[in-house]
Structure formats: C-alpha cells, structure tokens
C-alpha cells in the first residue's frame, strides 16, 4: 500500500487536472452557443455540465475517454471495423514483425561490430547518423518505395517499425558484449579459448541483461513506427488509421480512446518482454 499510496497520489492529481483544463478549453464553444441562442452566461455548475458532456469537445473528459475505450473495445465484435481490438490487433502485428527485424539487425551488427574494427569504425557512426532523420520524413519514402516495388500491406509498415527499434537494440548489444572486464578475457585468454569460445561463454551471457533493456525501449518504438506507418498509407485499418479518421472527422474523443488504446498495447507489449527477461535470467542464475 505505501507503494501503490503515491501512485495513486499522482494519477488523482492527473484527472483533477484533465477534468480542469476540459472545462477551461470546452468553455468557449458554451460561451458561443449561449451568445447565439440570446441567453444568459450559464452558471459555474451548469457550464461544468456542458463542457464535460460535448460530442466533440476540444479536449475530452476522462470519463468520456473510459466510455469511448470500453465501447470500442468490450461493446462490439472484435471482428467490427469500429472495433479497438480489430484496429490493435493490426498494428500489433506489423509491431511484432518489425520488432523482429529490428532485432535481429541490431544483434547482428552489434557482433559484427565487436569483432570487427572496420565494422565499428563505419556501422556505428551510421546507425547513429540513421536516428537524426524524422520518422514522419522517411515513412511515406519508404512506402512509395515498396509499392513501387508491389510490396504492400503489413512489410512497409514492419520496416518502419524496424527502423526504430534497430538502434536501441544495437546500442544495447553492444554495450552488453563489451561489460566484460579485462581480467573475465584474460582468463579464458589463459585457457585458450577462441573468439566464437569467448563470445557464447561470456559475452553473450553478460550482454542479457543490456539486451532485455533495450528490447524494452526497441518494442515500444517498434509500436510507434507501425502507427506512424499507417498514416501515409491512407491505411483503413490499425491503430493509425483510426487515429487518422477521427482526427478527418472531428471526432477528438475516438482520438483519445485510440492514443490510450496505443498507450495500454504498448505496456502490454513491455510487460510481456519484462516477464520474458525475468524468466531468462532466473534460468541463467543471473537473478532471483
């Protein structure tokens, strides 16, 4: 309970301030429409009423948001197109297939890199170079690249998605394949142990717990790069997309319940590789 006390604290803290700032930004349009009809500025508690309870307000309530999730969610089939499960469930897939992607590039060029001067002499500063380009610049290229090619439909999407996730990895891998120490190599040095030896002996075992941390970060951006994916496609379909039509049709409440519905796959998704990382390395002795 002491734990969960100042949780609790904030998130409080976070609704009393939404449910604020909804009533402040909502106000306007009441202000307006009263002026319109000839009538009287409503008082505080009916103004209150009227900007928490607009079809398309400035800025939902979180009640409306909650409403909006569990209608989307648990009130329609997931097989409906208006359904968040439907929508989430095709963003998930391209995030999965892009996280795998991204992480087996990382992996492989985090060894090439450990054991090739060249390699990190020139990969390194250019996976570096790759992450100062705008995700939202180099998506629609690589659409119109893919279909050029007649690759469409969830690929494009996993390549973004890819592109993200790949550095967090690689940077993590890296680093992970060179904790050990000198006196760790010096001694299966003395035992003469060769590199591939070396590599799964002691390298690989102690770059699991940096691997894991950044698979963390990689999953979530994987997520991002799948939502932003879908927006130059005019995708009709995940989770971008939905956040594309609401935002066609004014409807800034499915906006919301899309953004919180991307927030909870991606604690999802972070989660899962948590337990994944905790199994991992119980089983390693690494930890309890």
């Known amino acids: ?5 100042p949780v609790l604290t904030v998130l409080l803290a976070i609704v ?14 009441v202000y307006d429409q009263a002026a319109r009809a000839g009538e009287p500025v409503p008082g505080f ?16 309530a979180p009640h409306q948001v909650v409403a909006e999730l569990a209608k989307s969610t648990l009130g329609m089939k997931v097989s409906s197109k208006k359904s968040l499960v439907y929508h989430g469930w095709i963003t998930i897939s391209a995030t999965l297939l892009g996280f795998a992607m991204g992480t087996g590039l990382g ?17 390194m500063p250019w996976a ?15 659409i119109v690249v893919m279909n050029s090619l007649g690759v469409q439909g969830l690929v494009p999407k996993a390549i973004i998605s890819a592109f993200l996730s790949f550095f967090p990895v690689l940077v993590g891998m890296v680093k992970g394949l060179r904790s050990p120490d000198a006196m760790q190599l010096d001694l299966l040095s003395t035992y003469n142990a060769s590199k ?16 894991f941390t950044s698979l963390k970060v990689g999953i ?12 130059p496609t005019g995708a009709v379909a995940g989770l971008g997309a939905r956040l594309l039509s609401g935002s066609y049709y004014g409807q800034t409440v499915q906006i919301w319940a899309a953004l919180f519905a991307a927030a909870l796959v991606a604690a999802a998704l972070v989660a899962i590789v948590g337990w994944v990382e905790r199994r991992t390395l119980k089983r390693m002795g690494m930890a309890r």
């Open 196 to 211: 591939s030896q070396v590599f799964w002996a002691l390298r690989l075992p102690s770059s699991m717990p940096y691997l």
């Open 107 to 123: 992996i492989l060029l985090a060894v090439g890199i450990i054991h090739n001067r060249a390699m990190d002499l020139s990969v």
């Open 220 to 231: 979530a951006a994987s997520l991002v790069g799948a939502i932003v994916g879908e927006m």
């Open 1 to 5: 309970m002491s734990r969960l006390l």
């Open 16 to 29: 009393l301030l939404w449910y604020g700032m909804a009533v402040k930004m909502n106000a306007a349009w």
């Open 45 to 60: 508690a009916r103004l209150v009423e009227l900007t928490l309870t607009q079809d398309r307000p400035v800025l939902p």
């Open 128 to 142: 570096i170079a790759s992450q100062t380009i705008p995700i939202l610049a180099i998506a629609p290229m690589i």
